[in-house]
């Protein structure tokens, strides 16, 4: 998470202009003075004159991956990568680190550096810190000369669309780093993509096997191999062939497989109803807004909040944005609801995790908002425990 400084440059339509020109007109024996932005404009054959702003950028900016590292009991050493872009030529001894932990293994480093290339640098960082810990790494570089020393800390992301500017900003490319006492059940998940989300990205740094599934992998893919089956955000909102394969997703479930189905923002798409289910609910607009909404475990004993980890109430804090959108409603009496939660001065609703029995296997929606690692405990319960 950022802060922001200076508090009224919130809300701003565009970055501020790396450059402001001055012109002073006289009339009249009165100076008239105005800036305006320094912009570069050239002719596109098809939309005409376009302006960009002129972009500033450093010698050189640095990016890691992954941007997450989750440490185990049984995992006490995670390797990270950072790139670094040369946009000028970059001559000294290049060094690169990470600050905040221990590390060793710094491989395929630079004495230089053309326009253009990018070095890599390769870490073992092992886990000291006190377990239950959430911090964060950054990555640095520094090139030293017989004068002095130019460190790079920075990495830039464009935002490109063509009825605005072009954007481009520098920022830390933090890693986050948990060191939790994570236990993980089964090893392989297939994953469908939706709307975009990292929730993917996430189970792959628990230690999990994932396989993305879409259209055209899906239906050469042996879906009984999969521990569990987990739909993106908004997949069926975005994915309108995912109608084609419900006999097969509740096949999958039916022998005993664990489908779990991320929020979507109605079961209409255009003229087509989208099935979801094995049984049948509704998809409905509610929400809890709150962050620090109280959240109660409607039967604390149920497997889902024991099985493989223990789910308490702590692992609710710290919530950014919304709880849980889209909740579920108007549910078949063969779900249960798990989750109940409010808005201040709302009734309790009860949509936000429904789980179903269905054959040998379990089917399950949540409108919960994994944006967060360690909100992924709860998918990792969804998709291993026992009914």
Not at 32 to 40: C, I, L, S
Not at 172 to 187: M, Q, R, S, Y
Not at 240 to 268: A, P
Request: charged share 20%; with cysteine.
């Amino acid at each position: 998470m950022f802060y922001v400084a200076d508090q009224q440059m919130i809300g701003l339509p565009d970055v501020a202009p790396a450059y402001l020109a001055t012109f002073t007109i006289n009339i009249g024996g009165q100076d008239f003075v105005f800036e305006q932005p320094v912009r570069y404009k050239y002719t596109d054959p098809v939309k005409g004159e376009i302006y960009q702003p002129l972009i500033v950028i450093p010698p050189a900016t640095i990016t890691a991956s992954p941007n997450l590292v989750v440490f185990r009991p049984d995992n006490k050493q995670q390797r990270i990568q950072t790139q670094l872009h040369a946009f000028s030529g970059i001559s000294g001894n290049i060094t690169a680190g990470l600050t905040g932990i221990d590390y060793s293994g710094v491989q395929n480093g630079a004495q230089s550096l053309e326009k253009g290339r990018t070095a890599f640098y390769n870490f073992d960082v092992t886990e000291k810190h006190e377990p239950e810990e959430i911090y964060t790494l950054t990555p640095y570089a520094n090139k030293k000369t017989d004068k002095d020393t130019v460190g790079y800390h920075l990495a830039l992301r464009s935002i490109d669309y063509d009825h605005i500017p072009a954007v481009r900003y520098f920022y830390p490319d933090f890693i986050t780093a948990l060191n939790i006492d994570l236990k993980t059940v089964g090893k392989k998940i297939g994953y469908i993509p939706g709307a975009g989300d990292k929730v993917a990205v996430i189970l792959e740094r628990m230690g999990y096997d994932v396989t993305i599934l879409d259209k055209t992998t899906l239906p050469v893919s042996n879906l009984s191999g999969f521990d569990a089956i987990i739909t993106g955000v908004r997949a069926y909102n975005t994915n309108e062939w995912m109608n084609e394969f419900y006999d097969e997703l509740m096949n999958y479930v039916k022998e005993g497989g664990n489908l779990i189905v991320q929020y979507n923002t109605s079961n209409n798409l255009g003229t087509v109803k989208s099935k979801i289910g094995p049984y049948d609910f509704n998809i409905t607009r509610n929400r809890i807004t709150d962050e620090q909404a109280k959240v109660s475990m409607i039967d604390p004993a149920h497997k889902a909040f024991n099985y493989p980890n223990k789910i308490t109430g702590k692992d609710f804090e710290h919530w950014v944005q919304e709880r849980s959108i889209y909740h579920a409603g108007g549910w078949d009496n063969h779900f249960k609801p798990l989750l109940s939660m409010a808005d201040p001065g709302e009734r309790a609703d009860e949509g936000s995790l429904i789980t179903a029995t269905y054959g040998k296997g379990t089917f399950t929606y949540t409108g919960l908002v994994f944006s967060e690692s360690f909100r992924l405990l709860c998918l990792a319960q969804c998709a291993y425990w026992p009914i």
